[in-house]
């Protein structure tokens, strides 16, 4: 059984039923952490996300959404929305998107998206500065579990992006996104190599010569 009087250590797994979970991530103390649930486990994160994956975290939001608008591909994008699949698992993903014939799905007004109604998303997205082997591991199994269709995994110290397609339960490495259909990791890298040494805007402005091909 879960002590829940004592502080639950954050950035690990920690056994627990969902009921103890709930419990826990009701309580004030957990207000600004985000929250995990697969395979009995639960994962607390409380450590400051800092300027660098703050960075990246706004680029791709930016890359993403201005190469969906180019190309003409219905998308709604999310920032550290909750899904749930009552009972089984949880996430806050980075950011989150619904594409194509999805991309209206969920509708207006919806706080958690309850993965017992509505499908998962088609594309997710986790920003790793410091918890880089817990998204190549443990988090791209509850993915691959949850059924989206694509991970992408940003290695902000590395400057480059981890991405996979999942299907059938299982996950395998692609260089090209499937979902949105001919946008390249190797452009989405140079871009952010660009942040390093330049603002945002002429990053925003390369990427719109670069979609624009």
């Not at 014939?101 to 017992?116: H, M, R, V, Y």
């Not at 997205?125 to 991970?151: F, H, M, P, W």
């Not at 946008?183 to 660009?194: G, T």
Request: charged share 25%.
């Amino acid at each position: 059984m879960l002590e829940l009087k004592t502080k639950i250590s954050s950035d690990t797994w920690v056994t627990a039923t969902w009921e103890e979970y709930i419990q826990i991530i009701e309580d004030s103390a957990y207000q600004k952490a985000k929250y995990y649930y697969h395979n009995g486990q639960l994962r607390i994160e409380m450590t400051p996300l800092g300027s660098e994956h703050s960075l990246d975290h706004t680029i791709i939001i930016f890359a993403v959404n201005l190469f969906g608008t180019i190309k003409k591909i219905p998308l709604n994008g999310r920032d550290s929305c909750t899904y749930r699949k009552t009972g089984v698992q949880e996430c806050q993903p980075d950011v989150s998107y619904y594409i194509g014939e999805n991309a209206q799905i969920i509708p207006w007004g919806t706080s958690i998206i309850n993965l017992d109604n509505y499908p998962p998303p088609d594309l997710v997205i986790q920003v790793a500065n410091t918890s880089l082997a817990d998204d190549q591991g443990a988090k791209r199994l509850l993915y691959e579990d949850l059924g989206v269709k694509e991970y992408w995994i940003l290695d902000v110290q590395n400057i480059r992006i981890i991405a996979f397609a999942i299907e059938s339960g299982g996950s395998r490495r692609i260089t090209e996104s499937q979902v949105l259909p001919n946008l390249k990791m190797s452009v989405l890298e140079e871009a952010l190599r660009r942040t390093r040494t330049t603002d945002q805007s002429q990053v925003g402005a390369w990427l719109l010569s670069e979609f624009q091909k």
